[in-house]
Structure formats: C-alpha cells, structure tokens
C-alpha cells in the first residue's frame, strides 16, 4: 500500500507555477490556505470526510521550485488515494514534518527532510522524500553528483551504510534483515558538516519491524569520494 501511495504522491508533482523564489514559496503556501510563520516554515491543515492532512516545509530553501513542485499536490493526491481506498476505523491521515541541514555556511549545502507518515490500514507507515542543494554552484545535488567523478555511488554508499548498521546487528542477522539494495533505495540523503545521513523509509532496505531508519555515516568514512 505504501508503494502504490508513494507513486500516487510522486506522480504528477511538476507544476507551472508563474513565480520563484521566496515568492513562488509563499504562492505555494497561499494556494494551500496556510501562511508563513516566523521562522520562514509554512504550515497547513486540512481534513474531510474520512481523513485529514498536516503539510508542513521551510520556504527559505534555496532551490525553493523544485520542493514547492513536491509538497503542492500532496493534499490532492492523498485525498484521491483515500477516496478509493477501503473503509478505515479512524480517519486517514499523512502528516509531512520538514528537518532543515547545512554544511559549509550559507555558500555550502543545503539540505530539507521531509518525513510522510500515512496512517492507514492496517497500520502507519512513515518514508522520506530529500532535497539537497549547492548553493555555491547553484545546482541540485543527487546520489549521482554526491561523490567525485568516475565513483560508482552503490559501490561507495552501500559498503558504508552496512558499516554502520552493522554497529546495531550482527552481520548474519542483517543479511537476513536487507531487502532489496539498489541505487533507487539510496537517494535520500542530506549533509552536515561532519556526515552524510541517510534515510530509509519503512521496508524499504531492512524488514517493516524495524520502521523507518537513518543512518549517520562520517564523512571521514568516504575519504576524498565526496564532491561537496
């Protein structure tokens, strides 16, 4: 349910909105009923027959287009997924909350958060979607441009996450643990000064028990392999 929900959630979401910037940022939050409160975050609340929807992300972020493109069309896409969707006990519900991250002062990284979680039946679930950006080069940074030229990215940030989950469970005990490990599993990430921190949504590397994880990998694990 939670894939076929993710789709719904992610098709569509390029939109034609006439402004930019801060400006394009606060439209997206007018056009969602809500306001921009004082530390530059929008927040909106809305319910309905059967479910209701709390949409929260920063308009300060520098490549404010890209993320409006994403938050816009939740409300309707989940209201559309509710609506044929069977009969639930308690209201639907998806609640989006952003986290904010930088390296390198204002000239570095920027990175946005944010976590969906869909309670439905028979249980909630909770993914993330990332936004990362060089505000030095003025451009999007993705698992493909996180690392140096030539660097195979799996061959880079699989061996390192493992590291790291490996400090919590046996290695045996993990293999059996891991789903399925493809570039597609990897691409939420954000960066601070001192780590690359990844995010997996619930199921989607190791078992649902576990729920949704993040893991702090150093950047001194990667060597000279990181671009930014």
Known sequence: MVRRLVAVLTAGIVMNLATHGIAAAQSACADLSAAVAADQTCHTHSAGLGY???VSFPTDYPDRQALT???MPLRDDFVDFVSTSPAHQRPYSLVVEPTTYHSGGASGTHSVVLELIQDSNPRPMAWYKTFNYDSAARTPITLRTLFVPGADPMAVAF???RRQLEKR???DVLDDMLGVVEESTFQEF????????FFFGQGWLLGHPEGPLEVVVPREDFGSLLAH
């Open 52 to 54: 209701t929807v709390d």
């Open 69 to 71: 493109d994403y938050v």
């Open 159 to 161: 061996p390192a996450v």
């Open 169 to 171: 469970w046996r290695p």
């Open 190 to 197: 954000a960066l601070t000064d001192h780590a690359v921190i």
